[in-house]
């Protein structure tokens, strides 16, 4: 049985970083694509960052050299480091699972919210100016 918990996230000013973290059990890195995926209001949830099963990261336009995804291979937590937050980021964020194959170049599975069937409870990014 796949669970992911989420943990972290809050407010910061504009500029500044937040971390968030998901811990990871009935999943590995074999078997998971695990992503981040965020929803504002109004807005349809869209993917940020996914270490890809078996491959490594990749990352929506929008926060490609802002944001970090990485993963403690040890506790199976994957993190994502937020940072230059702008007014742009706030959020629910979500940790999600997904058993598709995929590669860091096949945009077209990893970012589709569809191909993940387990997500974490949620956890809010707020930022101020």
């Known amino acids: 049985q796949v669970q992911l918990v989420q943990s972290g996230g809050g407010s910061a000013q504009a500029g500044g970083s937040l971390k968030l973290s998901c811990v990871v059990s009935?999943?590995?890195?074999?078997?998971?694509?695990i992503a981040w995926f965020r929803q504002s209001p109004l807005q349809a949830r869209e993917v940020v960052a996914v270490?890809?099963?078996?491959?490594?990261?990749a990352y929506a336009a929008v926060v490609k050299g802002r944001f970090t995804i990485s993963r403690d291979r040890i506790k199976n937590i994957y993190s994502l480091q937020l940072n230059d937050l702008n007014p742009g980021d706030p959020a629910m964020y979500y940790c999600?699972?997904?058993?598709?194959?995929?590669?860091?170049?096949?945009?077209?599975?990893?970012?589709?919210?569809?191909?993940?069937?387990?997500w974490g409870q949620g956890t809010q990014v707020t930022v101020s100016s």
């Open positions: 009935g999943a590995t890195y074999v078997t998971h694509s």
């Open positions: 999600a699972a997904s058993d598709w194959p995929s590669s860091p170049g096949d945009s077209e599975t990893w970012a589709r919210v569809q191909r993940y069937n387990h």
């Open positions: 270490i890809v099963r078996n491959g490594g990261p």
